[in-house]
């Protein structure tokens, strides 16, 4: 028994859908929102006396970042103005122009002596460790 590809279901529609790429190609597809992110990478690294943060957030300005908290949570939110020229068409938007991410802190800290440096697209936040979190390494005589 051979099977017929005439006589299969849809099979006119398939022969006019091709003759019309034929006569029109399919336009390349434009994406015009970025694809959905977690956040910015984040390094949290503890010592004796105090907490660093590191977040990626390259393509950012630093008047664009903007850091608060409390005692034990960081709230980093970026956003950057849209760049587009008039007379331009956006065919790929892939580079986020806000980003959020919300840090749960290892230990209890004082936000108020926060220290932020911002250099190379990552943002370093120092946090002092509040006092009853903080540890002493002690040394032998």
């Known amino acids: 028994m051979t099977i017929n590809p005439y006589d299969q279901p849809g099979f006119e529609q398939q022969t ?3 003759s019309t790429w034929e006569q029109q190609p399919p336009q390349p597809q434009v994406q ?6 977690q956040g910015p990478p984040v390094d949290i690294v503890s010592n004796a006396m ?15 970042i903007h850091v608060r908290g409390d005692e034990t949570t960081l ?3 970026a956003e950057r103005p849209d760049e587009l020229e008039e007379g331009r068409q956006v065919l790929l ?3 986020p122009e806000h980003i959020e991410r919300t840090i749960q802190l290892p230990a209890t800290v004082d936000v108020s002596e926060a220290d932020l440096h911002y250099e190379d697209g990552v943002c370093k936040i120092i946090l002092p460790k509040a006092s009853s979190d903080r540890y ?3 040394e032998f005589d």
């Open 136 to 138: 002493i390494e002690l």
């Open 32 to 37: 015009t929102t970025a694809p959905p992110t």
């Open 16 to 18: 006019q859908q091709q």
């Open 75 to 77: 709230m980093i939110t």
């Open 50 to 64: 105090d907490i660093w943060v590191f977040v990626d957030l390259p393509g950012f300005q630093p008047e664009e």
């Open 93 to 95: 938007k892939e580079r």
